[in-house]
């Protein structure tokens, strides 16, 4: 498995701004990922950072509002821009250790982001 | 498009009272099922993979089993410290990407 940290754990955060989220891993993986968890529903996939490389956003997901940035093997960050009540949840990080293709995920503490 | 139905939403256990969770699928190919538990304030904890029909994995009072459509977490004479929420999640051939079920609540009193 693997060590993942997560900062902030949690943000109370105004309309309008933006927060950037960070996620740091104990080992080297070839791609994160960054998930949305809203109460009662299941974890949805907002995109897919390999380093090197621009992030892959999954359907309903743009670069503009969840800029993602993937410096290195370890280390990734999801910014929320122009926030908005809506935007409140439970933001997760993920890595996939192994190969195979057919790992488990594992994840961090996620960050509980609160807009006002 | 791959889905994952987990029921029931919520069970409520007497300490040592055994039950079951399920996580029906539905996939194109299944490549592997995953489950995860996940504490208040905690990200998902990860606790068995299953590839195939008929595969069983055990840790401590848990126990996962998978058949072509469904896998089951049962739980053998819970305690309180085993609540938590279950989440089930599926990969099918040809994505990375798993498809997570909205998980079961379970809370165990003592």
């Known amino acids: 498995s693997a060590v993942i940290s997560q900062k902030p754990s949690r943000d109370i955060c105004q309309r309008g701004t933006s927060l950037t989220i960070q996620c740091q891993v104990d080992s080297q993986v070839t791609m994160m990922f960054w998930y949305r968890q809203q109460p009662g529903q299941s974890l949805t996939l907002i995109a897919t950072a390999n380093q090197g490389s621009e992030a892959t956003y999954e359907s309903g997901f743009v670069i503009d509002k969840f800029p993602i940035s993937r410096p290195n093997l370890t280390f990734s960050t999801l910014t929320v821009s122009n926030m908005s009540p809506e935007d409140s949840s439970i933001y997760l990080c993920?890595?996939?250790?192994?190969?195979?293709?057919?790992?488990?995920?594992?994840f961090g503490d996620g960050t509980r982001l609160s807009i006002l | 498009e791959d889905q994952v139905t987990q029921s029931p939403e919520a069970l409520r256990l007497q300490e040592g009272e055994s039950s079951s969770l399920n996580c029906s699928y539905t996939?194109?190919?299944?490549?592997?099922l995953f489950w995860y538990r996940q504490d208040p304030g905690k990200g998902p904890e990860f606790l068995f993979t299953?590839?195939?029909a008929g595969e069983e994995k055990e840790k401590e009072r848990l126990k996962a089993t998978l058949t072509k459509k469904e896998s089951f977490l049962h739980i053998t004479a819970p305690k309180p410290e085993d609540s938590a929420t279950y989440l089930c999640a599926v990969r099918s051939g040809g994505s990375y990407i798993p498809t997570f079920g909205r998980g079961t609540s379970l809370i165990v009193h003592p």
């Open positions: 299953l590839y195939s």
């Open positions: 996939v194109s190919g299944l490549r592997g």
């Open positions: 993920s890595v996939e250790v192994g190969v195979g293709g057919n790992q488990p995920q594992h």
